[in-house]
């Protein structure tokens, strides 16, 4: 079964701390891992990507197979980060439905 | 930039009513999805559409739910006969090409009372 794990539901860092979000998937074919981002009464928006191999607003996240892993990082977390992040899985190829994990909150405090 | 848009943003109903979400996906996009997030859960795919045809569907997505392309703008989903489970934020996304990004909606705030 395809599945998604945020393990935190709440993290909580004071600004210019680093952050790592955590995420374990479980799939057996061939992932394409996502990072969606929620900000306050906004709608879910694309961060990141693994096959982008970009990073965006700061963060990366590196897709490791062995460990079926998709951490999304930030070296120094600013006030604006603060938001609800969703990791989410999509069998490769075509228009295939996304499958997220419960999500985890990210409060940056000054 | 072009954004996926729902309406109505909220909705209260009582149970056993019919209620119909609204989405315009972006314009040149082919392939529309409805996902829902009931308080505290993680977002769901409800049913996946492409061509005039559900492609996917979830096990939530029983006979109580339909889709529809009414015309070239809208994409809708009906829910016959409201539950109070059926409770949730409901999310509308689209994508252009295989293999692209899904691009959401702001979402329907559903309340059966």
């Known amino acids: 079964a395809q599945r998604v794990t945020q393990p935190e539901k709440l993290l909580s860092v004071f600004k210019g701390a680093p952050v790592e979000l955590k995420c374990n998937y479980s799939y057996s074919g061939s992932p394409e891992l996502f990072w969606y981002v929620q900000y306050s009464r906004q709608r879910l928006q694309l961060l990141l990507r693994h096959i982008s191999r970009e990073s965006i607003k700061g963060f990366t996240a590196d897709l490791n197979k062995g460990e079926t892993s998709f951490h999304l990082k930030k070296p120094f977390a600013q006030e604006e980060d603060s938001a609800m992040y969703y990791c989410?899985?999509?069998?490769?190829?075509?228009?295939?439905?996304?499958?997220f994990g419960a999500g985890t909150r990210l409060a940056v405090h000054p | 930039e072009p954004e996926v848009t729902q309406t109505p943003s909220h909705q209260v109903t009582q149970m056993g009513q019919e209620v119909i979400l609204r989405c315009v996906p972006i314009s040149n996009h082919l392939y529309f999805y409805w996902y829902r997030q009931i308080l505290g859960q993680k977002v769901e795919f409800l049913v996946s559409f492409y061509n005039n045809e559900i492609s996917e569907k979830s096990e939530i997505f029983d006979d109580q739910f339909s889709v529809e392309r009414p015309d070239g703008s809208n994409f809708t989903l009906k829910i016959r006969s409201t539950k109070l489970e059926d409770s949730a934020m409901y999310f509308c996304?689209?994508?252009?090409?295989?293999?692209?990004?899904?691009?959401f909606g702001p979402g329907t705030r559903l309340l059966v009372l």
């Open positions: 989410a899985l999509r069998r490769s190829g075509g228009y295939n439905k996304l499958i």
């Open positions: 996304a689209s994508t252009g090409q295989p293999g692209e990004t899904q691009y």
